[in-house]
């Protein structure tokens, strides 16, 4: 069974760092490029950092340009999102998701098929 499970979402003061973690199961993400997503009450869900099958990050979304990061360890089958400077509005359900890729250095937001359920990560003094 393909599964995507988040971890590592909390409560974090502004300024503040985390890192967010995303396991896959049921499948290699050796060959997928994987996508960290978010939703804040009342907004639509956005993209926020795209990561090909070689680690390459094709799409950051302006609002974390320079304070997110995505990483992946195909060995442990699980990505990362680093994530600096925290401010209040990046408040949201954090999720990551899957896409089966041909291309080792492509990843669009849009080609995501698999889902993980999300983490919250609440930024606040």
């Known amino acids: 069974q393909v599964q995507l499970v988040e971890s590592g979402g909390g409560l974090v003061q502004p300024g503040g760092s985390l890192r967010l973690s995303c396991a896959a199961s049921g499948f290699t993400l050796d060959y997928y490029a994987i996508g960290w997503f978010r939703q804040a009450p009342g907004k639509e869900r956005e993209g926020v950092v795209c990561?090909?099958?070689?680690?390459?990050?094709?799409a950051y979304a302006d609002s974390v340009k320079g304070r997110f990061t995505g990483s992946r360890d195909n060995a442990n089958n699980t990505v990362y999102l680093q994530v600096n400077s925290l401010k209040p509005e990046d408040t949201a359900v954090y999720y990551c998701a899957a896409a089966p890729s041909w291309y080792s250095n492509i990843c669009k937001f849009s080609d995501m098929r698999y889902w993980g359920k999300g983490t919250l990560l609440t930024v606040s003094s």
């Open positions: 990561i090909s099958r070689s680690g390459r990050i094709t």
